[in-house]
């Protein structure tokens, strides 16, 4: 069983950036052609998609209210998912959350195909 640590949240002001982090422990996360994946969860909102990555870095997916502001990638050899979080909004504020998919549940935005999830970091956006 993989293990999933996220980190890297904070308190930023609208149109700030920051970089998440998701570090693998446990196994080589790539070994089976895992996708991954990040979430978030507002207070009082059900956890949402909001980005995936295939195995190799080479396929990313997004939802559509991060298109153009966030961006995944992975490197392999670290063991180590990231999300770069560009402009910032008030409503970004949540707890982000990584979780691998098994290889052929690449592309899937359901939560219910990915397995192992970390603790979360909290991301807070205000002024």
């Known amino acids: 069983q993989v293990q999933l640590v996220e980190s890297g949240g904070g308190l930023v002001q609208p149109g700030d950036s920051l970089r998440l982090s998701c570090a693998a422990s446990?196994?080589?996360?790539?070994?089976?052609?895992?996708?991954m994946g990040w979430f978030r969860q507002s207070p009082g909102k059900e956890r949402e998609f909001v980005a995936t990555i295939n195995w190799n870095g080479g396929s990313t997916k997004y939802a559509d209210f991060v298109k153009g502001r966030f961006t995944i990638s992975r490197d392999n050899a670290k063991n180590t998912v990231y999300l770069q979080m560009n402009s910032l909004k008030p409503e970004d504020t949540a707890v982000y959350y990584c979780a691998t998919a098994p290889y052929n549940k690449y592309g899937s935005t359901n939560q219910a195909d990915f397995g192992s999830w970390g603790q979360g970091t909290q991301v807070t956006v205000s002024s």
């Open positions: 446990g196994r080589t996360f790539s070994r089976n052609g895992e996708a």
